[in-house]
């Protein structure tokens, strides 16, 4: 008799993690908003007011992509469930004003529905912030 193999509840968030990744790669507005859902929201944790729906979410990452426009994140670890996905990396981009590349770490908490991105949490470490945005604008 041989072994039922179980399908992996996770394959198919992970496999929207790679495509989602690779959409942020080439920043490409348009590629990152079709793997988010219509009713999406995003809010980055440092004081700034959630963006609700795609409008305003695509409004906002144009908006950083335009303040980074080399933007990149370098995976450091993932965490994958059936409904959800925790990405924590190193950005790191030119900011306005700095001297170089700024480097920070942080995180994104993720819920999936439907295999599209509903909810996107992003908490960033608040003393490297601080530090790259005192910079730039020295």
Known sequence: ?????????????????RRYQAAWAT????RIMELHAPGTSFCIHNGSPRSEGADEVRKTFEG??????????????????????????????TL???DGKASLDGVD??????????HKDTYLDSAALD????????
């Open 96 to 98: 306005p004003g700095a």
């Open 64 to 93: 950083l992509l335009a303040m980074a426009p080399d933007l990149e994140f370098h995976e450091l670890r993932l965490f994958t469930t059936a409904n959800s996905f925790t990405f924590e990396y190193r950005m790191t981009a």
């Open 131 to 138: 530090a790259v945005l005192t910079q730039a604008a020295a």
């Open 27 to 30: 920043r490409d507005v348009d």
């Open 109 to 118: 908490v993720v819920t999936v529905s439907g295999g599209r991105v509903e």
């Open 1 to 17: 008799m041989s072994a039922v193999t179980e399908p992996d509840p996770t394959a198919a968030v992970t496999d929207l993690v």
